[in-house]
Protein backbone atom coordinates (compact mmCIF):
# COMPACT_ATOMS: atom_id res chain seq x y z
CA UNK A 1 0.00 0.00 0.00
CA UNK A 2 0.95 3.47 -0.66
CA UNK A 3 1.75 5.39 2.09
CA UNK A 4 -1.35 8.11 2.54
CA UNK A 5 -0.09 11.58 1.65
CA UNK A 6 -2.65 14.41 3.58
CA UNK A 7 -1.91 18.55 2.83
CA UNK A 8 -3.25 22.01 3.96
CA UNK A 9 -3.37 24.44 1.83
CA UNK A 10 -4.15 27.68 3.11
CA UNK A 11 -3.98 30.88 0.83
CA UNK A 12 -1.58 33.90 1.80
CA UNK A 13 -4.30 36.46 1.82
CA UNK A 14 -4.80 37.05 5.03
CA UNK A 15 -4.23 36.07 8.51
CA UNK A 16 -4.75 32.20 9.91
CA UNK A 17 -7.94 31.65 11.91
CA UNK A 18 -9.57 28.83 14.12
CA UNK A 19 -11.04 27.27 11.38
CA UNK A 20 -7.60 27.26 9.78
CA UNK A 21 -6.20 25.96 12.56
CA UNK A 22 -8.77 23.03 12.80
CA UNK A 23 -8.22 22.47 9.12
CA UNK A 24 -4.20 22.09 9.35
CA UNK A 25 -4.16 20.08 12.98
CA UNK A 26 -7.68 17.50 11.42
CA UNK A 27 -4.75 16.72 8.50
CA UNK A 28 -2.10 16.18 10.74
CA UNK A 29 -3.93 14.26 13.27
CA UNK A 30 -4.70 11.67 9.87
CA UNK A 31 -1.66 11.64 8.38
CA UNK A 32 0.09 10.70 11.98
CA UNK A 33 -2.96 8.10 12.56
CA UNK A 34 -2.63 6.38 9.03
CA UNK A 35 1.40 6.47 9.55
CA UNK A 36 1.27 9.17 6.45
CA UNK A 37 2.78 12.63 5.29
CA UNK A 38 1.61 16.06 6.01
CA UNK A 39 2.11 18.43 3.43
CA UNK A 40 1.87 22.43 3.46
CA UNK A 41 0.58 24.16 -0.09
CA UNK A 42 0.95 27.79 -0.19
CA UNK A 43 -2.17 28.66 -2.50
CA UNK A 44 -1.11 32.04 -3.86
CA UNK A 45 -2.05 32.22 -7.56
CA UNK A 46 -4.03 35.14 -6.72
CA UNK A 47 -1.51 37.68 -7.03
CA UNK A 48 -2.98 40.76 -6.33
CA UNK A 49 -4.56 39.67 -3.08
CA UNK A 50 -1.61 37.43 -1.54
CA UNK A 51 1.26 38.84 0.55
CA UNK A 52 4.93 37.54 1.58
CA UNK A 53 4.28 38.63 4.74
CA UNK A 54 0.43 36.37 5.01
CA UNK A 55 2.80 33.34 3.94
CA UNK A 56 5.97 33.82 7.13
CA UNK A 57 2.33 34.18 9.10
CA UNK A 58 1.20 31.24 7.97
CA UNK A 59 4.62 29.50 8.84
CA UNK A 60 4.28 31.27 12.35
CA UNK A 61 1.05 30.65 13.34
CA UNK A 62 1.26 26.57 12.05
CA UNK A 63 4.84 25.65 14.33
CA UNK A 64 3.32 27.83 17.61
CA UNK A 65 0.30 25.28 16.91
CA UNK A 66 3.14 22.73 17.26
CA UNK A 67 2.71 21.11 13.32
CA UNK A 68 6.00 19.96 11.60
CA UNK A 69 5.96 20.40 7.60
CA UNK A 70 7.57 18.83 4.99
CA UNK A 71 10.48 21.32 3.17
CA UNK A 72 10.35 22.08 0.56
CA UNK A 73 6.75 23.90 0.64
CA UNK A 74 5.21 23.65 -2.98
CA UNK A 75 4.30 27.28 -3.61
CA UNK A 76 1.51 27.81 -6.80
CA UNK A 77 2.57 31.13 -8.10
CA UNK A 78 5.72 28.92 -8.86
CA UNK A 79 4.66 26.49 -10.84
CA UNK A 80 2.07 28.15 -13.46
CA UNK A 81 3.74 26.58 -16.08
CA UNK A 82 1.99 23.04 -15.06
CA UNK A 83 -0.88 24.26 -14.82
CA UNK A 84 -0.37 25.50 -18.12
CA UNK A 85 0.41 22.21 -19.37
CA UNK A 86 -3.13 20.79 -18.15
CA UNK A 87 -5.07 23.90 -19.76
CA UNK A 88 -3.24 22.62 -23.12
CA UNK A 89 -4.36 19.05 -22.66
CA UNK A 90 -7.95 20.67 -22.12
CA UNK A 91 -7.59 22.61 -25.38
CA UNK A 92 -5.98 20.20 -27.12
CA UNK A 93 -9.26 18.42 -26.90
CA UNK A 94 -11.31 20.91 -27.80
CA UNK A 95 -13.02 21.06 -24.15
CA UNK A 96 -12.77 24.76 -23.49
CA UNK A 97 -13.20 27.79 -24.88
CA UNK A 98 -12.51 31.69 -24.29
CA UNK A 99 -14.64 34.16 -22.87
CA UNK A 100 -14.07 37.86 -23.23
CA UNK A 101 -16.93 38.88 -20.72
CA UNK A 102 -17.49 40.51 -17.81
CA UNK A 103 -19.05 39.68 -14.63
CA UNK A 104 -21.35 42.95 -15.27
CA UNK A 105 -21.78 42.22 -18.78
CA UNK A 106 -22.57 38.50 -17.76
CA UNK A 107 -25.35 40.08 -14.51
CA UNK A 108 -27.00 41.62 -16.74
CA UNK A 109 -27.66 39.17 -19.98
CA UNK A 110 -29.09 36.79 -17.23
CA UNK A 111 -31.36 39.81 -16.11
CA UNK A 112 -32.87 40.17 -19.57
CA UNK A 113 -32.93 36.21 -20.06
CA UNK A 114 -34.64 35.96 -16.38
CA UNK A 115 -36.85 38.96 -17.49
CA UNK A 116 -38.27 37.25 -20.40
CA UNK A 117 -38.73 34.10 -19.27
CA UNK A 118 -40.05 35.15 -16.06
CA UNK A 119 -38.05 32.36 -14.35
CA UNK A 120 -35.16 32.22 -12.17
CA UNK A 121 -31.62 31.41 -14.07
CA UNK A 122 -29.61 29.05 -12.36
CA UNK A 123 -26.52 29.81 -9.98
CA UNK A 124 -23.93 27.30 -9.33
CA UNK A 125 -22.49 26.41 -5.97
CA UNK A 126 -21.20 29.74 -5.49
CA UNK A 127 -24.07 31.57 -6.20
CA UNK A 128 -22.84 33.25 -8.98
CA UNK A 129 -25.40 32.77 -12.78
CA UNK A 130 -24.51 29.88 -14.69
CA UNK A 131 -22.58 31.25 -17.82
CA UNK A 132 -25.55 31.78 -20.23
CA UNK A 133 -22.62 31.00 -23.26
CA UNK A 134 -22.57 34.13 -24.80
CA UNK A 135 -19.33 33.04 -26.02
CA UNK A 136 -19.25 29.81 -26.62
CA UNK A 137 -20.74 30.66 -30.48
CA UNK A 138 -17.82 33.02 -31.35
CA UNK A 139 -16.20 32.07 -34.77
CA UNK A 140 -12.56 31.04 -34.75
CA UNK A 141 -11.83 34.11 -36.78
CA UNK A 142 -13.26 36.47 -34.28
CA UNK A 143 -11.51 34.68 -31.23
CA UNK A 144 -8.15 34.61 -33.40
CA UNK A 145 -9.29 38.50 -33.65
CA UNK A 146 -9.62 39.54 -30.19
CA UNK A 147 -6.75 37.15 -28.91
CA UNK A 148 -4.62 38.84 -31.09
CA UNK A 149 -5.38 42.39 -30.76
CA UNK A 150 -4.89 41.70 -26.67
CA UNK A 151 -8.62 41.26 -25.53
CA UNK A 152 -8.17 39.70 -21.88
CA UNK A 153 -10.58 36.45 -21.73
CA UNK A 154 -10.76 33.72 -19.75
CA UNK A 155 -11.04 30.19 -20.87
CA UNK A 156 -14.27 28.26 -19.55
CA UNK A 157 -14.98 24.81 -19.51
CA UNK A 158 -17.43 23.93 -22.40
CA UNK A 159 -19.29 21.52 -20.20
CA UNK A 160 -21.64 20.66 -23.16
CA UNK A 161 -18.80 19.09 -24.88
CA UNK A 162 -17.29 17.63 -21.71
CA UNK A 163 -20.25 15.85 -21.37
CA UNK A 164 -20.39 14.30 -24.36
CA UNK A 165 -16.92 12.77 -23.99
CA UNK A 166 -17.38 12.31 -20.08
CA UNK A 167 -21.21 11.85 -19.57
CA UNK A 168 -20.35 10.39 -16.22
CA UNK A 169 -21.21 8.50 -13.40
CA UNK A 170 -18.51 10.88 -11.53
CA UNK A 171 -18.09 9.35 -8.61
CA UNK A 172 -15.29 9.63 -5.58
CA UNK A 173 -14.56 7.91 -2.30
CA UNK A 174 -15.92 10.00 0.59
CA UNK A 175 -14.35 8.94 4.04
CA UNK A 176 -14.77 9.76 7.38
CA UNK A 177 -11.79 10.06 10.24
CA UNK A 178 -13.59 7.18 12.22
CA UNK A 179 -12.58 5.27 8.97
CA UNK A 180 -16.06 4.64 6.69
CA UNK A 181 -16.22 4.89 3.30
CA UNK A 182 -18.74 5.52 0.83
CA UNK A 183 -18.49 5.81 -2.39
CA UNK A 184 -21.49 8.65 -3.72
CA UNK A 185 -21.64 10.46 -7.13
CA UNK A 186 -20.65 13.64 -8.09
CA UNK A 187 -22.67 15.97 -9.86
CA UNK A 188 -20.12 18.90 -12.07
CA UNK A 189 -22.52 19.45 -14.48
CA UNK A 190 -24.20 22.26 -11.59
CA UNK A 191 -21.09 24.67 -12.31
CA UNK A 192 -21.90 24.94 -15.88
CA UNK A 193 -19.15 26.35 -17.89
CA UNK A 194 -17.27 27.60 -15.21
CA UNK A 195 -14.16 29.41 -15.73
CA UNK A 196 -11.01 27.39 -15.51
CA UNK A 197 -8.53 29.97 -16.38
CA UNK A 198 -9.11 33.24 -15.24
CA UNK A 199 -8.59 36.43 -16.97
CA UNK A 200 -6.04 37.67 -14.39
CA UNK A 201 -3.69 34.34 -13.83
CA UNK A 202 -3.17 32.06 -16.18
CA UNK A 203 -5.13 29.17 -14.11
CA UNK A 204 -7.92 28.75 -11.51
CA UNK A 205 -7.95 27.51 -7.87
CA UNK A 206 -9.62 24.01 -9.25
CA UNK A 207 -7.10 23.47 -12.38
CA UNK A 208 -4.58 24.07 -9.60
CA UNK A 209 -5.52 22.15 -6.87
CA UNK A 210 -6.31 19.08 -9.49
CA UNK A 211 -2.68 19.17 -10.88
CA UNK A 212 -0.89 19.48 -7.19
CA UNK A 213 -2.64 16.85 -5.49
CA UNK A 214 -1.66 14.57 -8.37
CA UNK A 215 2.07 16.12 -8.64
CA UNK A 216 2.25 15.57 -4.77
CA UNK A 217 0.74 12.12 -4.70
CA UNK A 218 -1.99 13.45 -1.92
CA UNK A 219 -4.00 10.19 -1.35
CA UNK A 220 -6.65 12.29 1.24
CA UNK A 221 -7.84 15.65 0.52
CA UNK A 222 -9.24 16.84 4.12
CA UNK A 223 -10.66 20.56 3.67
CA UNK A 224 -13.84 22.33 4.66
CA UNK A 225 -17.65 21.76 3.93
CA UNK A 226 -17.61 25.21 2.36
CA UNK A 227 -15.58 23.31 -0.67
CA UNK A 228 -17.16 20.51 -0.91
CA UNK A 229 -19.05 21.30 -4.22
CA UNK A 230 -16.14 22.66 -5.66
CA UNK A 231 -15.22 18.37 -5.26
CA UNK A 232 -17.81 17.46 -7.91
CA UNK A 233 -15.64 19.92 -10.64
CA UNK A 234 -12.33 18.21 -9.31
CA UNK A 235 -13.50 14.68 -9.90
CA UNK A 236 -14.28 15.87 -13.15
CA UNK A 237 -11.39 17.52 -13.91
CA UNK A 238 -8.77 14.64 -12.78
CA UNK A 239 -11.21 12.41 -14.84
CA UNK A 240 -10.67 14.62 -17.79
CA UNK A 241 -6.97 15.02 -17.07
CA UNK A 242 -5.95 11.57 -16.84
CA UNK A 243 -5.41 12.27 -12.51
CA UNK A 244 -6.24 9.97 -10.02
CA UNK A 245 -8.59 11.33 -7.70
CA UNK A 246 -7.90 11.34 -4.20
CA UNK A 247 -10.39 10.34 -1.11
CA UNK A 248 -12.11 13.25 0.43
CA UNK A 249 -13.66 14.14 3.51
CA UNK A 250 -15.17 17.66 3.83
CA UNK A 251 -14.90 18.63 7.45
CA UNK A 252 -18.04 20.82 9.95
CA UNK A 253 -16.85 24.30 9.43
CA UNK A 254 -16.15 26.31 13.28
CA UNK A 255 -18.68 29.09 13.44
CA UNK A 256 -18.70 32.55 15.38
CA UNK A 257 -20.42 32.90 18.67
CA UNK A 258 -23.42 34.20 15.98
CA UNK A 259 -23.30 31.18 13.55
CA UNK A 260 -21.24 32.87 11.08
CA UNK A 261 -18.53 31.08 9.29
CA UNK A 262 -15.37 32.30 10.17
CA UNK A 263 -13.65 34.16 7.42
CA UNK A 264 -10.68 36.10 6.96
CA UNK A 265 -12.72 38.60 5.31
CA UNK A 266 -15.23 39.17 8.18
CA UNK A 267 -12.75 39.90 10.60
CA UNK A 268 -12.77 36.77 12.91
CA UNK A 269 -10.12 36.67 15.41
CA UNK A 270 -6.55 35.51 14.14
CA UNK A 271 -4.83 33.26 15.62
CA UNK A 272 -2.10 36.07 16.11
CA UNK A 273 -4.63 37.96 18.27
CA UNK A 274 -5.45 35.16 20.08
CA UNK A 275 -1.81 34.74 21.14
CA UNK A 276 -1.46 37.87 21.52
CA UNK A 277 -4.04 37.81 24.57
CA UNK A 278 -2.32 34.89 26.31
CA UNK A 279 -4.22 31.65 24.57
CA UNK A 280 -1.90 28.81 24.30
CA UNK A 281 -1.72 26.62 21.16
CA UNK A 282 -2.44 23.68 23.94
CA UNK A 283 -5.71 25.68 25.05
CA UNK A 284 -6.21 26.13 21.34
CA UNK A 285 -5.64 22.40 20.50
CA UNK A 286 -8.35 21.04 22.97
CA UNK A 287 -10.55 23.89 22.42
CA UNK A 288 -10.57 22.52 19.08
CA UNK A 289 -10.57 18.23 20.38
CA UNK A 290 -6.74 17.09 19.27
CA UNK A 291 -4.62 16.03 22.25
CA UNK A 292 -2.96 19.22 23.88
N1 LIG B 1 -6.61 27.34 -0.76
C1 LIG B 1 -7.94 26.98 -0.36
C2 LIG B 1 -8.38 27.85 0.77
O1 LIG B 1 -7.57 28.45 1.44
C3 LIG B 1 -8.05 25.53 0.09
C4 LIG B 1 -7.90 24.60 -1.03
C5 LIG B 1 -8.12 23.14 -0.70
O2 LIG B 1 -7.95 22.70 0.44
O3 LIG B 1 -8.44 22.43 -1.63
O4 LIG B 1 -9.56 27.97 0.99
Not at 120 to 142: H, T, V
Not at 188 to 216: E, F, M
Amino acid sequence: MTQPVFRFAPSPNGRLHLGHAYSALLNDALARRLDGRFLLRIEDIDITRCRPEYERAIYEDLAWLGLHWEKPVRRQAEHFSDYGAAFQVLKGRGLVYPCFCSRRHIAEKVEVIEAQSGKAWPRDPDGAPLYPGICKGLSSEEVARRIGAGEPHAWRIDSEAVRKRSPGPHTFTRFSPDGDEEVVEADPWRWGDTVIVRKDVPTSYHLSVVVDDALQGVTHVVRGQDLEAATDLHVLLQELLGLATPLYHHHGLILNPGGDKLAKSRKSEALFELRARGVTAAEIRQKLGFAP
